[in-house]
C-alpha cells in the first residue's frame, strides 16, 4: 500500500474477518491545503488548517514530509510566510495567534492577540499580517516586541497578500459591495502607511494575491471553477481569465523557474498550474476529511467534506457544491440533508443546487438522520442534545442532558439511536421516557447505522467497528484498526467549542457511518481522506 497521512510506513491496513475493506477514492495525503510558501531549502511549505499541522513538499517527487505536528503549539495555521533569516512565520487563525518558527525550530509566540490572522508576508525582516473579519486590520508586527503598528483598518475579510513590484503591499476584500458572493477587490498599501487605494474591482471572489517573477498579479478564486485572474498592473492593465478546474484556490506559490503552485482548501493536494490553465497534480487532491456519508437510492455516495458536498470515486472525488462546515449527511430520495458547524440544517437539491436553511442557531450539529415521519433528527453535539425539525421547520427536543451525542439512526420500527461520544454509549430514544443505554463502554462511539436486526457503531477512539443485536444484546467486533482520527502514535490537543470570530473554528473529527442497501456499510476513513466500503463475506 502506498504512504498516506495517516500511516507513512503504508503497511496498516482496516482487518476483518467478516466483512471486505475497499476504497471508494484514492487516500489524500494532505489534510487540507492553504497557506504555501517556498523555503530556504527550495521546498514547498503547506499550511493545513483543518489538520492544525504544516508539511513541506519536495517539487521535484511530490514527497509530504510533516514538520510543524499536530499536537504541536500551533493549532490551526491558515498562511505562513518566510523572514530573511529563514525563520518561518505562521497564522494561527483560531485562537488569534502568530507564531515565529526559527531556523533550528524553536517556537516563539510573536502576538496572541490577533483577531483571525490569515494572510501574512514578511518584507525583508519586516513582517504584516491582516485579519480576515469583516473591518479586519492590517499591521506591522514586530517578533522582538512592541505593539502592532496599523496599517489600515475596514478589510472586507482580508487573505493572502505579497508585496508587489512597486513597493506596495497587495491584499484581496474576499467580500465586498452588495453581493458579497459576487464581487471583490485587490488593494494595496505602501507598507510604512499611507491611503489604501483600489488597484482591481469586480474580481471573481478573490482568496489570494500573488505576483509573479515577471511582476504580473495573480488573483486567486475561492470558487468552483478554480478561476485566477492575470492582471498587468504595469502595462496595458489587460485582463486575463484562466479556469483550472481545481475547487476551492486558497494560495499560490512561484518558484524560482516561474512555476506556478497552488493549493485548495477545498480538496487538499498541490497543484503545478500552467499559463493556458493546463494542471499537474503534484501532490493529488482528495477529500480533506470526509465526515458524513450517506448513499441515495440510485447508489450514489455523497460525503459531507468541510467545506463542500462531494462523492468518491476509484480515480478521485467530484465536488457537487462548496457548502461549507458541513459535517452531517443524510439522502432523502433526490434530497441531501445536511448539517454545517455554522449551527445550520439545510436542505440541498443536487439537480438544480437549491439550499433551503430549516433550522439555526444549534450548537455544533453533527449526524442526521431522516425519521419515518419525514422529520430530520439532528445529533447537537455542544448542546448534549438530539433535536427533531418538521416539515416546516420547527424545533422540538427528543432528547438532552447527553454528554456529546455525535451521530443518529432509526431501526426498521422506527425507533431512534444515537451515539454518545463523551459517555461511550449508545442510547436508544423513546418517547415519554428516559434515553435507555443500548451499549455502553465503548471508546468515543461516532457514526451509527443499523443494518436489519443490528446496530454499527464506529470507535473512533479504539478504530473499531461494532456490531450490537437489537434482539438478544450481543456485541461483537466487526473490523479493527480502521484509519480514522489522527495518525497512530499522535496525540492532537483536546477540540474545544471554538469559534473564531464569524465563522466556526477547528472541525471536530467525525467518523461518519452509512447503511447500504446490499448490507455493506459505508465508514468516513478520516484519518486518510477515502470513503470504505465494508461489504459481508458470503459464508457457506
Request: glycine share 14%; net charge negative.
Amino acid at each position: 500500500m502506498e504512504p498516506t497521512r495517516y500511516d507513512t510506513t503504508g503497511n496498516r491496513r482496516a482487518g476483518s474477518a467478516r466483512r471486505t475493506v475497499e476504497r471508494l477514492n484514492p487516500p489524500n495525503r494532505l489534510w487540507g491545503s492553504n497557506g504555501v510558501a517556498f523555503g530556504p531549502d527550495g521546498r514547498l511549505y503547506v499550511a493545513q488548517f483543518l489538520a492544525g499541522q504544516i508539511s513541506v513538499v519536495d517539487p521535484a517527487t511530490g514527497d509530504v514530509e510533516v514538520v510543524v505536528p499536530m499536537d504541536g503549539p500551533v493549532q490551526s495555521p491558515d498562511d505562513l510566510a518566510f523572514g530573511a533569516d529563514g525563520s518561518m512565520y505562521i497564522a494561527d487563525l483560531v485562537p488569534g495567534r502568530v507564531w515565529r518558527r526559527g531556523p533550528e525550530g524553536e517556537y516563539t509566540l510573536v502576538r496572541g492577540d490577533v483577531a483571525n490572522p490569515n494572510g501574512i508576508t514578511c518584507v525583508g525582516d519586516r513582517l504584516f499580517v491582516n485579519e480576515m473579519k469583516p473591518d479586519g486590520r492590517l499591521m506591522e508586527l514586530f517578533p522582538g516586541g512592541g505593539d502592532p503598528r496599523v496599517l489600515t483598518e475596514g478589510l472586507a475579510l482580508g487573505n493572502a497578500m505579497q508585496l508587489g513590484p512597486d513597493g506596495h503591499l497587495y491584499y484581496p476584500h474576499m467580500m465586498s459591495g452588495p453581493n458579497p458572493l459576487l464581487t471583490g477587490q485587490v488593494w494595496r498599501i505602501p507598507p510604512d502607511g499611507g491611503t489604501p487605494e483600489v488597484v482591481a474591482d469586480d474580481v471573481h471572489q478573490p482568496v489570494a494575491v500573488r505576483f509573479d517573477q515577471g511582476g504580473v498579479l495573480h488573483v486567486l478564486s475561492r470558487g468552483p471553477e478554480g478561476i485566477v485572474t492575470r492582471i498587468d498592473l504595469h502595462g496595458s492593465g489587460s485582463r486575463t481569465l484562466v479556469t483550472s478546474g481545481v475547487v476551492g484556490l486558497d494560495n499560490a506559490a512561484f518558484d524560482a523557474e516561474n512555476r506556478m503552485f497552488v493549493s485548495s482548501y477545498a480538496s487538499g493536494g498541490v497543484t503545478e498550474m500552467h499559463p493556458d490553465g493546463r494542471t499537474r497534480e503534484l501532490v493529488p487532491r482528495g477529500l480533506d476529511g470526509p465526515y458524513g456519508v450517506t448513499i441515495d437510492l440510485g447508489g450514489r455516495v455523497y460525503a459531507a467534506d468541510h467545506y463542500r458536498v462531494a462523492s468518491p470515486s476509484r480515480t478521485g472525488v467530484t465536488t457537487h457544491s462548496l457548502l461549507h462546515f458541513a459535517h452531517g449527511i443524510a439522502a432523502d430520495g433526490e434530497l441531501l440533508h445536511l448539517t454545517s458547524q455554522f449551527g445550520q440544517v439545510q436542505t440541498y437539491d443536487p439537480g438544480t443546487g437549491a439550499v433551503r436553511e430549516r433550522a439555526g442557531g444549534l450548537r455544533r450539529p453533527l449526524g442526521i438522520t431522516v425519521a419515518p415521519d419525514g422529520s430530520l433528527v439532528v445529533a447537537e453535539s455542544d448542546g448534549g442534545r438530539v433535536v427533531a425539525v418538521d416539515a416546516n421547520d420547527a424545533i422540538s427536543v427528543l432528547a438532552d442532558g447527553l454528554e456529546r451525542p455525535a451521530d443518529v439512526a432509526h431501526d426498521a420500527e422506527g425507533r431512534c439511536y444515537v451515539s454518545d461520544e463523551g459517555a461511550g454509549t449508545v442510547l436508544r430514544i423513546e418517547a415519554d421516557a428516559p434515553p435507555a443505554v443500548v451499549v455502553d463502554g465503548l471508546d468515543a462511539p461516532q457514526g451509527l447505522a443499523v443494518l436489519g436486526e443490528e446496530l454499527f457503531t464506529v470507535e473512533t477512539g479504539s478504530r473499531r467497528l461494532r456490531a450490537v443485536s437489537l434482539v438478544t444484546g450481543e456485541v461483537r467486533i466487526d473490523a479493527e484498526d480502521l484509519p480514522v482520527g489522527a495518525p497512530p502514535g499522535v496525540v492532537p490537543r483536546a477540540e474545544p467549542a471554538l469559534f473564531a470570530q464569524g465563522m466556526p473554528g477547528l472541525a471536530r473529527r467525525f467518523a461518519g457511518l452509512a447503511a447500504s442497501p446490499d448490507g455493506a456499510l459505508l465508514l468516513s476513513a478520516n484519518g486518510e481522506g477515502t470513503v470504505l466500503r465494508l461489504t459481508p463475506v458470503e459464508r457457506s
